[in-house]
Structures are given as structure tokens and as C-alpha cells.
């Protein structure tokens, strides 16, 4: 299995606009943090897990040439705007529909924001095409399976990813934009070679886990690797990579994971 960090950044990217701090002008590549996105392939599947307004840039920056089939966490604009993007795969697919699954609120999101892409085809060639579909609990592919769970976002939950790969038995767990990790979810993630946590930053928030809430959840969860993401321009990177607890990292734009 490979993963691929397009991006890991909050909703207002890092460097931030009308900002001169230190990590904003940092010349660390690993502090330029485009909206936070995952591509999973998984024995040649591949899934896009959200797409960032710079998802384009990030396809062609990261290599992401081809996809299966996507899914969406949220309907948040830092995670859906750039889903009109995903129109090249449809051409690259021969202008068949793409699979979106996503909860409830992530589908009604989908059909406000993009009512013409609601088709089976593309109306014509170069246009988006979805067919939408409420993520269960277990997708069941040749190549491996996906579980899904829900985490607490403030007034909305987002869907907590599980992948495991037929051919290899390794797990992996994506739990971004959460305030928390049910008991659920964290049975879930037991086993994972690599869990990935919201860390937004060292101070509390309402909807998101601060680093030392996402510590926490790491060390509870036991994963092999933890890597934290959707990191503000509080976080530098090689400030906070050596305050960290053995076993837990700093997630980065075009990181990759091979598990």
C-alpha cells in the first residue's frame, strides 16, 4: 500500500495571507502546507480520500495520474471546492461517471455545489461526472477493503478512514478534521501500520484535536507510525518534529508512505 500527503494543511493554507511569521516565510519546504488531502493506493486501486482547492496543482505536483474512486470526509470548502478538478479523471476513466461516497451532509454538499455533475456522463467531454453514493460502513474491493467510521467535527461528523490491503494485511487509518477519537474508531485503528490524527495545533479548539489531544489518541490507538496533519502555520516543522513523542511525526505536502 502507498500514501500519498497531497496536502496537510488547515483551511487557510500555510503561508497564510497578509502573514510574516516565522512559519509563514519559513524556508523549510516542509512548512508550505497546501488543504489537507490523501491519495490511498492500495494493490493498484486507487482512491482519493477529499479534494483541497489546489487539488489540481497537487495531482500534477505528486504524480496522481490516475483514480478509481473518491471519497469525501466532508462537505467543508477546504475538502470539496476542488472537486470540479476531478473532470480529467472522468476523461482519463473514457467519460464514464466517477464513484463519490460520502455521508449524508458530504452528498448534500456535493448536489449544492456541483448540480451539473449529477450525470451518469459528462454532458460533454472534459466535464465532471458523479455518481453518488452513502459511504457504508464496509466497501469490499478485489484489492482490499475501506471501513468507515464517524468522528466529531462540531456540528457535523466526519467519515474516519480504514484501509486494508488484500494482498499484504496492512491497515491504515486516516482520522483527519476531528475533535476526537470514539472508542468505535479506535477499535477500528488497533493494528494499523499508520494512523493518521488531526493535530491542528498546540492550543485547544472546538472542533479539532490539538497536538497533545492527538498525542494522546496515538498512543491509545498503538499504531506503529502516528502522523499528524491539517496543521496550522503554529507548527514548524523541525520545532515540533523533536518535541514529539517517539513513534509520532509531522505529517508533510508529498510525504509517502509505503506500507
Given at each position: 500500500?502507498?500514501?500519498?500527503?497531497?496536502?496537510?494543511?488547515?483551511?487557510?493554507?500555510?503561508?497564510?495571507?497578509?502573514?510574516?511569521?516565522?512559519?509563514?516565510?519559513?524556508?523549510?519546504?516542509?512548512?508550505?502546507?497546501?488543504?489537507?488531502?490523501?491519495?490511498?493506493?492500495?494493490?493498484?486501486?486507487?482512491?482519493?480520500?477529499?479534494?483541497?482547492?489546489?487539488?489540481?496543482?497537487?495531482?500534477?505536483?505528486?504524480?496522481v495520474d490516475r483514480l478509481d474512486l473518491f471519497i469525501l470526509t466532508h462537505g467543508h470548502a477546504d475538502h470539496i471546492t476542488g472537486m470540479d478538478d476531478l473532470r480529467r479523471f472522468c476523461?482519463?476513466?473514457?467519460?464514464?461517471?466517477?464513484?463519490?461516497?460520502?455521508?449524508?451532509?458530504?452528498?448534500?454538499?456535493?448536489?449544492?455545489?456541483?448540480?451539473?455533475?449529477?450525470?451518469?456522463?459528462?454532458?460533454?467531454?472534459?466535464?465532471?461526472?458523479?455518481?453518488?453514493?452513502?459511504?457504508?460502513?464496509?466497501?469490499?474491493?478485489?484489492?482490499?477493503?475501506?471501513?468507515?467510521?464517524?468522528?466529531?467535527?462540531?456540528?457535523?461528523?466526519?467519515?474516519?478512514?480504514?484501509?486494508?490491503?488484500?494482498?499484504?494485511?496492512?491497515?491504515?487509518?486516516?482520522?483527519?478534521?476531528?475533535?476526537?477519537?470514539?472508542?468505535?474508531?479506535?477499535?477500528?485503528?488497533?493494528?494499523?501500520?499508520?494512523?493518521?490524527?488531526?493535530?491542528?495545533?498546540?492550543?485547544?479548539?472546538?472542533?479539532?484535536?490539538?497536538?497533545?489531544?492527538?498525542?494522546?489518541?496515538?498512543?491509545?490507538?498503538?499504531?506503529?507510525?502516528?502522523?499528524?496533519?491539517?496543521?496550522?502555520?503554529?507548527?514548524?516543522?523541525?520545532?515540533?518534529?523533536?518535541?514529539?513523542?517517539?513513534?509520532?511525526?509531522?505529517?508533510?505536502?508529498?510525504?509517502?508512505?509505503?506500507?
Amino acid at each position: 500500500m502507498e500514501v500519498i500527503f497531497l496536502g496537510t494543511g488547515t483551511s487557510q493554507g500555510v503561508p497564510m495571507i497578509a502573514c510574516r511569521c516565522d512559519i509563514c516565510t519559513s524556508t523549510d519546504a516542509r512548512n508550505q502546507r497546501t488543504r489537507a488531502s490523501i491519495h490511498v493506493v492500495m494493490d493498484g486501486l486507487r482512491v482519493q480520500v477529499d479534494a483541497a482547492p489546489e487539488f489540481r496543482l497537487q495531482c500534477l505536483r505528486h504524480g496522481v495520474d490516475r483514480l478509481d474512486l473518491f471519497i469525501l470526509t466532508h462537505g467543508h470548502a477546504d475538502h470539496i471546492t476542488g472537486m470540479d478538478d476531478l473532470r480529467r479523471f472522468c476523461d482519463l476513466r473514457g467519460g464514464s461517471a466517477l464513484s463519490i461516497y460520502a455521508t449524508d451532509e458530504g452528498m448534500s454538499r456535493v448536489l449544492a455545489v456541483y448540480p451539473y455533475a449529477i450525470l451518469d456522463r459528462p454532458i460533454v467531454q472534459g466535464y465532471p461526472a458523479f455518481k453518488l453514493f452513502k459511504m457504508p460502513a464496509v466497501l469490499q474491493f478485489p484489492q482490499g477493503t475501506i471501513r468507515s467510521t464517524l468522528l466529531p467535527h462540531g456540528g457535523i461528523d466526519t467519515l474516519g478512514l480504514v484501509f486494508e490491503e488484500r494482498s499484504t494485511g496492512r491497515k491504515f487509518a486516516y482520522y483527519s478534521d476531528c475533535k476526537g477519537v470514539p472508542p468505535e474508531a479506535m477499535a477500528l485503528a488497533r493494528g494499523a501500520a499508520a494512523v493518521v490524527l488531526d493535530g491542528l495545533r498546540p492550543e485547544s479548539h472546538p472542533t479539532h484535536m490539538s497536538i497533545d489531544e492527538a498525542c494522546a489518541a496515538a498512543q491509545e490507538i498503538g499504531a506503529q507510525a502516528s502522523y499528524l496533519t491539517h496543521l496550522t502555520h503554529a507548527i514548524d516543522h523541525a520545532t515540533w518534529s523533536a518535541r514529539l513523542p517517539t513513534g509520532v511525526h509531522l505529517a508533510y505536502d508529498g510525504l509517502r508512505l509505503r506500507l
